[in-house]
C-alpha cells in the first residue's frame, strides 16, 4: 500500500514568517492529495487539496505544489498568524480504485507572536 | 446537514467492560471510516466500509469490530477494553473513497482503567 513520510515533527516560526511543510509518498499512482489542520482537542478539518493534473494550488495565505516525477508534496504558509498553530497532517490517495487515504505522521506547527 | 455526529463524546470504561462508539452521516456518502489517534500521536485506521453490508480492516483492526447495516450508520463495538485502547475515535465519511475529503466527526474520547 502506500506510504506517506512527513516532515518535518516539529515547527516553530516567527508570526509574519512562512511555513512550509514536506511529504513525500511511495505509490506513482496516487492522485488525490489533501492537507488536515487539527487544532488542539479538536477534529482534522481540510485546509487545501490538490489533485495529480494540477502542479500548484492557492488559496488566500495556504498554497500546496506537487511534484509527480519526484513523488512529494508540499504545503506554504504564508505571513504565518498565531491561529495558524495546530497540527498539520497531509494524506495521499494510493492507486486506481483507492478505498482510503493514508495520513503522515503529521507536524506541530507553532507560530510564535 | 449535520455532517458526522459522533456519540458519546467522552466515555470511561473498566477493563474488560464493552462498548458501542456510534457515528452517523447525513451526507449519503458510501465511504465510512473509524481512526484511533493517541495522544500526540497520528491518525490509524481501524475499519472501514464502503457501503452498507461491506467492512474491511484497516491498520489496527484488534479488539474491535464494526457493522454497516445502512448508508447513514457506522457503528464501532469495543470488546473486553484494555487500558492501550484508551484514545480519542474519529469516524470519517467520504464520497469517493480515497479520491475526495474526509469529513471528520467531533470524536470520542474513551479511557479505560
Known amino acids: 500500500g502506500e506510504n506517506v513520510e512527513q516532515h518535518p515533527s516539529t515547527l516553530s516560526v516567527q508570526e509574519g514568517d512562512s511555513a512550509v511543510i514536506k511529504c513525500t509518498y511511495s505509490d506513482s499512482a496516487s492522485n488525490y492529495f489533501p492537507w488536515y489542520k487539527q487544532e488542539l482537542g479538536k477534529r482534522p478539518q481540510l485546509i487545501i487539496d490538490i489533485r495529480s493534473n494540477v502542479g500548484e494550488k492557492k488559496d488566500q495565505r495556504i498554497a500546496v505544489t506537487l511534484n509527480k516525477t519526484a513523488k512529494h508534496f508540499s504545503l506554504h504558509i504564508t505571513e504565518t498568524q498565531p491561529e495558524d498553530s495546530a497540527v498539520y497532517f497531509c494524506?495521499?490517495?494510493?492507486?486506481?480504485?483507492?478505498?482510503?487515504?493514508?495520513f503522515g505522521t503529521g507536524t506541530r506547527l507553532t507560530v510564535i507572536p | 446537514n449535520a455532517g458526522v455526529t459522533q456519540t458519546p463524546k467522552f466515555r470511561i470504561l473498566k477493563i474488560g467492560q464493552s462498548m458501542t462508539l456510534q457515528c452517523a452521516q447525513d451526507?449519503?456518502?458510501?465511504?465510512m471510516y473509524w481512526y484511533r489517534q493517541d495522544p500526540g500521536m497520528g491518525l490509524k485506521l481501524i475499519y472501514y466500509?464502503?457501503?452498507?453490508?461491506?467492512?474491511d480492516k484497516g491498520e489496527v483492526p484488534n479488539g474491535y469490530n464494526v457493522s454497516r447495516s445502512t448508508t447513514e450508520d457506522f457503528p464501532l463495538r469495543l470488546e473486553l477494553a484494555a487500558p492501550s485502547q484508551t484514545s480519542v475515535y474519529f469516524c470519517?465519511?467520504?464520497?469517493?473513497?480515497?479520491?475526495?475529503?474526509?469529513?471528520f466527526g467531533n470524536g470520542t474520547r474513551l479511557t479505560v482503567t
Open positions: 470519517a465519511s467520504s464520497l469517493q473513497g480515497g479520491w475526495s475529503p474526509l469529513h
Open positions: 451526507m449519503n456518502h458510501n465511504y
Open positions: 494524506a495521499a490517495s494510493g492507486g486506481a480504485g483507492a478505498n482510503n487515504l493514508f
Open positions: 466500509s464502503v457501503g452498507a453490508g461491506i467492512t
